[in-house]
T-cell receptor, first 114, second 109 residues
Framework: ETGVTQSPTHLIKTRGQQVTLRCSSQ?????VSWYQQALGQGPQFIFQ???????GRGNFPPRFSGLQFPNYSSELNVNALELDDSALYLC?????????????FGSGTRLTVV | QKEVEQNSGPLSVPEGAIASLNCTYS??????FFWYRQYSGKSPELIMS??SNGDKEDGRFTAQLNKASQYVSLLIRDSQPSDSATYLC?????????WGAGTKLIIKP
């Protein structure tokens, strides 16, 4: 059974650009959650997708958007990048109702905005 | 505003001693409580979960939960240099984890 995989591992973007981060969920897991972790801080919840629909969102502006595909993989899109978007972006997958038993995260994508 | 408070540290503990990490949370609706370990540059790794008041032991780790006091702790016995990391407390509520900023733990050989 494969775990959660994220790509790319690192990338550097310029302020104002757009970026897409990808997440492949663990086999059979139909719920995907995204978190942002700035340096020296705990992760912050961005949103969660279940069956291709967003069903929960944290305090992030609309320029953070996502998609979930029929195979349950997911994308996080960020438009009009700002310097403060520099962070580690984490993806976790779960089955409905099981997230309360704990997530396993992917290895993350380190985004640097210059 | 849901909050989770942790002492940022660093907490320095001699090898072989007990490390004690503490966390308080504000959301009384939290259903589950987790401790994650995070090495520098890596993603968080789940090490302990606890759901009801009291203690839960797993190997060298013991998690303690007191919902009335809104307090969670993690004890690490026989601390090893490999335990040096940042420990993040994360209650779960409304399909999301609410994270503290973490406590940096340093185990001195």
């Amino acid at each position: 059974e494969t775990g959660v995989t994220q790509s790319p591992t690192h990338l550097i973007k310029t302020r104002g650009q757009q970026v897409t981060l990808r997440c492949s969920s663990q086999s059979g897991h139909n719920t995907v959650s995204w978190y942002q972790q700035a340096l020296g801080q705990g992760p912050q919840f961005i949103f969660q997708y279940y069956r291709e629909e967003e069903n929960g969102r944290g305090n992030f502006p609309p320029r953070f958007s996502g998609l979930q595909f029929p195979n349950y993989s997911s994308e996080l899109n960020v438009n009009a990048l700002e310097l403060d978007d520099s962070a580690l972006y984490l993806c976790a997958s779960s089955l409905p109702g099981t997230a309360r038993y704990g997530y396993t995260f992917g290895s993350g994508t380190r985004l640097t905005v210059v | 505003q849901k909050e989770v408070e942790q002492n940022s540290g660093p907490l320095s503990v001699p090898e072989g001693a007990i490390a004690s990490l503490n966390c308080t949370y504000s959301d009384r609706g939290s259903q589950s409580f987790f401790w994650y370990r995070q090495y520098s540059g890596k993603s968080p790794e789940l090490i302990m979960s606890i759901y009801s008041n009291g203690d839960k032991e797993d190997g060298r780790f013991t998690a303690q939960l007191n919902k009335a006091s809104q307090y969670v702790s993690l004890l690490i016995r026989d601390s090893q240099p490999s335990d040096s990391a940042t420990y993040l407390c994360a209650p779960y509520s409304n399909y999301q984890l609410i994270w503290g900023a973490g406590t940096k733990l340093i185990i001195k050989p």
